[in-house]
């Protein structure tokens, strides 16, 4: 087994607080859309969901950047790694748009999408920025998920395994034969680091003892 498909499938952060239940809530409102208008079409609605997948590390990035020259003050490396997050989902993004060929209407809804998402985020930042990083810890969730349900019609046939297309297989130093399979075990693994991540920053923001961060990250 490669390193990469070895990620904790099952990490549930559990709801603790209203503002968790705001996130999580909304998450499963994005999950209802995708569902109802890409259902079975997993490289369509990788295009569109990394879309908005692309937008909160950048957001973040930026306030996290001005609040460090506001305050002068060192920002404990939360920039870098917010951008190396938007840039990793720009990534996924670029190697989909390979993949799945969007439609016109499709490149219409991503661009539709995506300045509803980043408006929307940049105001949640400034007002709740650990329910904005808890919002990206569950919709992180929901894609390891979705991701995991892709790979299982890859490997059960139902989707063609076609070749990993030149920017996967540079992006992720993936074999010359490597194939979508290959990929989307990638993809997912980036996934899960940055739920975990995002979740981690949430409970630093709202300041969560270490022991119950502990327990509300046991799946159930």
């Known amino acids: 087994m490669l390193p990469s498909e070895q990620v904790d499938l099952t990490f549930h952060r559990r709801v603790r607080s209203p503002s968790d239940r705001v996130a999580f809530a909304f998450v499963k409102v994005l999950r209802f859309f995708a569902d109802t208008f890409f259902a079975k079409r997993?490289?369509?609605?990788?295009?569109?969901?990394?879309?908005?997948?692309?937008?909160?590390?950048?957001?973040?990035?930026?306030?996290?950047?001005?609040?460090?020259?506001?305050?002068?003050?060192?920002?404990?490396?939360?920039?870098?790694?917010?951008?190396?997050?938007?840039?990793?989902?720009?990534?996924?993004?670029?190697?989909?748009?390979?993949?799945?060929?969007?439609?016109?209407?499709?490149?219409?809804?991503?661009?539709?999408?995506?300045?509803?998402?980043?408006?929307?985020?940049?105001?949640?930042?400034?007002?709740?920025?650990?329910?904005?990083?808890?919002?990206?810890?569950?919709?992180?969730e929901e894609a390891v998920v979705s991701y995991t349900a892709y790979l299982a019609e890859i490997e059960a046939g139902r989707h063609p395994d076609v070749p990993a297309p030149e920017i996967a297989r540079r992006y992720w130093n993936l074999a010359p034969d490597a194939t979508l399979?290959?990929?989307?075990?990638?993809?997912r693994a980036d996934e899960a680091g940055h739920r975990d991540v995002n979740h981690a920053f949430a409970d630093e923001l709202a300041?969560?003892?270490?022991?119950?961060?502990?327990?509300?990250?046991?799946?159930?």
């Not at 300041?207 to 799946?219: C, I, K, T």
């Open 42 to 140: 997993y490289g369509n609605r990788a295009v569109v969901l990394e879309t908005v997948a692309a937008v909160p590390g950048m957001v973040a990035a930026t306030l996290n950047h001005l609040k460090s020259l506001r305050r002068m003050r060192d920002d404990d490396g939360w920039i870098r790694t917010l951008l190396d997050e938007a840039e990793n989902e720009r990534m996924h993004l670029m190697t989909f748009i390979e993949i799945a060929q969007p439609n016109g209407f499709e490149r219409l809804l991503v661009l539709i999408v995506q300045g509803i998402f980043y408006n929307a985020f940049f105001v949640l930042y400034l007002v709740a920025p650990a329910t904005a990083h808890r919002v990206v810890g569950y919709f992180e």
């Open 181 to 187: 399979r290959d990929v989307v075990v990638a993809v």
């Open 207 to 220: 300041r969560v003892p270490a022991h119950l961060r502990q327990q509300a990250g046991r799946a159930g």
